[in-house]
C-alpha cells in the first residue's frame, strides 16, 4: 500500500514539472546569443590589415540546422580560401562554444573556446604538423562582424597572424526580433520566410529553421506557444 502511494506521488510531481526539452531546444538556448548571425554577409579578407596585396572577398550565409546529424548554426562560405563552412555547437564544458570548421580541402578542424563579451576566442588542439590555430570572432554590432585567423607551432607562446575578414551584413535587415517585424516561431528572431500549418501563416528565419517546422509543425508551434505564455508572466 505505501509503495503504491509513493509510486503516485512520484507520478504526480513528474507530472506537474516541466516537460523535458528536446535537443533542438536545448541548442537554441546555448547558441541563442548568436541569432543575430543568421542571414547574408559580404567578406573582405585582407593577410595584412590595411593592405589590398592578397585580398580576397567571399560571401556567407548563415542558418540554423535542427535537423540530421550536424545540428548547429551554420556558416557556409562561397570562394572563401580559408574555409567553406563553419558549424557553431555547444561545447564540451559549461559555457564553451565549439566551432567544427570544414577546409577548402574538405578537411575539418575543430576549434573551442569561451565567449568574453563581443569577443569569442577559440582554439584548436595541436595538429599533425604540430601547429596551433586560433580565431578570433568580433562582433562590432548586428552588422559587423571580424574573424581573425592566427596560428603557431605547439613550440611558441605567441599566435603570428594569417589574415583577416571582415563581414557586412548584405542590406539593412537585421537577423534578431527588433519589434518591426514577425517572429521566427522556432528561435525567435526576426522571421523573414513564412511557412503554413493548417491554413495559418507563421514565420522562420532562415532556410535551417523552415526545414526544422516542416519537419515537425505541431511540436515547434507548441514550444512556442509555451515560450509566449512564459514571457507574459
Known amino acids: 500500500m505505501t509503495r503504491h502511494v509513493l509510486i503516485g506521488v512520484a507520478l504526480a510531481v513528474f507530472s506537474v514539472g516541466e516537460a523535458p526539452k528536446s535537443d533542438s531546444a536545448k541548442l537554441i538556448d ?15 579578407g585582407q593577410p595584412k590589415r590595411g593592405s ?3 585580398a580576397w572577398q567571399e560571401k556567407a550565409d548563415v542558418l540554423w ?6 545540428t548547429g548554426l551554420v556558416w557556409k562560405s562561397a570562394d572563401g580560401p580559408l574555409w567553406k563552412s563553419a558549424r557553431f555547437t555547444p561545447g564540451d564544458k559549461p559555457g564553451h562554444l565549439a566551432l567544427h570548421v570544414t577546409l577548402p580541402d574538405d578537411t575539418r578542424r575543430t576549434y573551442v573556446g569561451q565567449p568574453d563579451g563581443d ?5 584548436t588542439a ?4 604540430a601547429d596551433v590555430h586560433r580565431l578570433t570572432i568580433t562582433r562590432l554590432n548586428e552588422n559587423r562582424v571580424i574573424w581573425l585567423f592566427e596560428q603557431r607551432t605547439a613550440q611558441q607562446s605567441f599566435f603570428q597572424r594569417v589574415a ?3 563581414f557586412q551584413r548584405e542590406g539593412t535587415r537585421l ?3 527588433d519589434g518591426s517585424g514577425p517572429e521566427c516561431v522556432v528561435t525567435g528572431g526576426l522571421g523573414t520566410i513564412p511557412v503554413s500549418y493548417q ?4 514565420y522562420v528565419c532562415c532556410t535551417g529553421c523552415r526545414d526544422a517546422f516542416n519537419d515537425d509543425p505541431a511540436g515547434i508551434l507548441a514550444a512556442w506557444a509555451e515560450r509566449q505564455t512564459a514571457q507574459k508572466k
Open 119 to 123: 569577443k569569442l576566442t577559440l582554439e
Open 30 to 44: 546555448a547558441l541563442q546569443p548568436y541569432q543575430t548571425f543568421v542571414g547574408r554577409w559580404r567578406g573582405v
Open 199 to 202: 491554413g495559418q501563416t507563421y
Open 52 to 54: 589590398n596585396k592578397g
Open 65 to 70: 540546422q535542427l535537423t540530421g546529424h550536424d
Open 164 to 166: 583577416e575578414i571582415g
Open 126 to 129: 595541436p595538429d599533425g604538423d
Open 175 to 177: 537577423a534578431a526580433k
